[in-house]
């Protein structure tokens, strides 16, 4: 539930997240791959080993969603650069989430 709430903000207060300061270049980017990396984990952590696919299909597409998104308001810029952070985030965070949860078993 928790990821699908990060989702959701994305996109709702995107308006208003255009007047706010934001991150300077490259801490944009460790933004992005924080941010979709704990939503990932999040959502692994929902539906467990068997199905990692999932987070690793899901997050991203809402990555690229929301850079498709942001390409449509003023102040904000759509950048491929970003998905990608998001999409390193993702699996890295997949990865460590398998790890652990492998770890846990023996």
Do not use: C, N
């Not at 997240?17 to 944009?28: G, K, N, S």
């Amino acid at each position: 539930m928790t990821a699908i709430l990060m989702a959701v903000t994305l996109f709702v207060g995107a308006e208003t997240a255009a007047q706010v300061p934001y991150f300077p270049p490259p801490f944009d980017k460790v933004v992005h791959f924080v941010f979709y990396g704990i939503m990932a984990v999040l959502l692994a952590h929902g539906v467990g080993l068997r199905w990692l696919i999932v987070p690793l299909i899901l997050v991203p597409v809402i990555g690229a969603g929301d850079e498709w998104h942001q390409s449509f308001i003023a102040g904000r810029d759509a950048s491929p650069w970003d998905w990608l952070a998001d999409e390193a985030g993702t699996v890295f965070a997949v990865f460590l989430y398998w790890r652990w949860r492998k770890g846990r078993r023996k």
